[in-house]
């Protein structure tokens, strides 16, 4: 069976036990409930999870009611590593004073791309370093959604947020995405990956891994926004699935160290592809486009190099002897 249609039927494969329970406020088609949904299934009932300021805690958690079906903390907004952390220190007192089962129990963390690469990063810095033992995920949808679309680190180049407008000065977001997973791996930890709720198998698999591994283990996962990327409600997991098409947003993991793509294709769609469906893109100039294609490019021939995989980036596509993933065309509604 090939990838896509394993990806596809995957929900299958899953457990039809659900940790988030529906009826949350979270928007139409909105792509982080769908990854948080996935993620919450591979963890299983075992977990404690503190989870920042953001989406999900707002559309999960309206006082005096809760979708989650598994102990779950909200924190504030710049400390989600740091909770959990003191939650994992907790834990193996307990354990040690004989309290509690001495069993494995998962410690996840969550946060937005905000509550991550912004105000998080230095409690995420610190928890890394200190070699807690937990899973930190980050939602990553590519702004400050929850508050108004404002501008956060991970936005891309060229997106128009409310903080950075396009219009006849500047076109959008000025400076590039910033790099989260490398950052992280630079701690020297066991495991870091990125994912993506279009790939479900692929998803399933790192959570489990991350989870199951000793010490910090940090996974990056593509959440699409439809109001903030201005996109139709049913586009999420389409989207999704063209930015890893495109290069955008490459699926890999690294362990120990090590870097392996994880799926790959055997030509790269352009870029404009993803970005002309996008209304925070509308009103990019060729120029810009052709910009952002070679810097993909450039950085997937860096990834390839990492992974080892002998082959060079072209304009054309890539040739690839991993898995191989056939591309799938995406039809959202927007004008060009």
């Not at 503190?50 to 989650?68: D, H, K, L, R, Y």
């Not at 791309?113 to 899973?135: C, N």
């Not at 939602?139 to 956060?152: F, K, L, P, W």
């Not at 926004?225 to 495109?246: E, H, N």
Request: charged share 25%.
């Amino acid at each position: 069976m090939l990838m896509n249609n394993a990806n596809v039927y995957a929900v299958k494969t899953l457990t039809s036990k659900e940790y988030l329970a529906p009826g949350h406020r979270a928007c139409s088609g909105c792509g982080q409930a769908v990854a948080v949904r996935m993620v919450q299934k591979a963890l299983g009932r075992n977990v404690v999870m503190a989870c920042a300021t953001g989406c999900m805690e707002v559309v999960s958690t309206p006082f005096p009611q809760s979708s989650w079906e598994v102990p779950w903390i909200h924190v504030a907004f710049e400390n989600a590593a740091a909770v959990a952390s003191g939650v994992e220190a907790g834990l193996k007192a307990l354990k040690r004073k004989g309290k509690i089962e001495n069993k494995k129990i998962t410690v996840a963390a969550m946060a937005g791309d905000g509550g991550t690469a912004d105000i998080g990063l230095q409690a995420l810095s610190g928890a890394l370093e200190r070699g807690h033992d937990f899973l930190y995920i980050c939602y990553d949808n590519e702004a400050y959604m929850n508050t108004g679309v404002q501008r956060s680190s991970a936005t891309p180049y060229g997106a128009s947020t409310t903080t950075s407008p396009s219009g006849k000065v500047q076109r959008g977001q000025p400076t590039w995405k910033k790099n989260m997973p490398d950052i992280v791996a630079a701690h020297g930890i066991n495991y870091v990956a990125t994912a993506s709720p279009s790939y479900p198998l692929d998803l399933v698999e790192k959570v489990k891994k991350g989870a199951e591994l000793e010490g910090p283990a940090y996974l990056h996962v593509l959440s699409p926004c439809p109001p903030g990327w201005g996109v139709p409600s049913d586009a999420a997991i389409k989207l999704a699935r063209l930015a890893v098409q495109t290069g955008v947003f490459p699926l890999y993991e690294i362990e120990k160290g090590k870097h392996k793509i994880t799926l790959d294709f055997e030509e790269l769609s352009p870029v404009g592809d993803y970005l002309k469906a996008q209304g925070r893109f509308r009103g990019m100039t060729p120029e810009t486009i052709e910009l952002i294609q070679e810097r993909v490019l450039r950085e997937w021939d860096k990834l390839k190099e990492k992974s080892e995989v002998r082959t060079t980036a072209k304009k054309t596509g890539l040739k690839s002897n991993i898995v191989k993933e056939d591309k799938v065309p995406v039809k959202t509604g927007m004008k060009e």
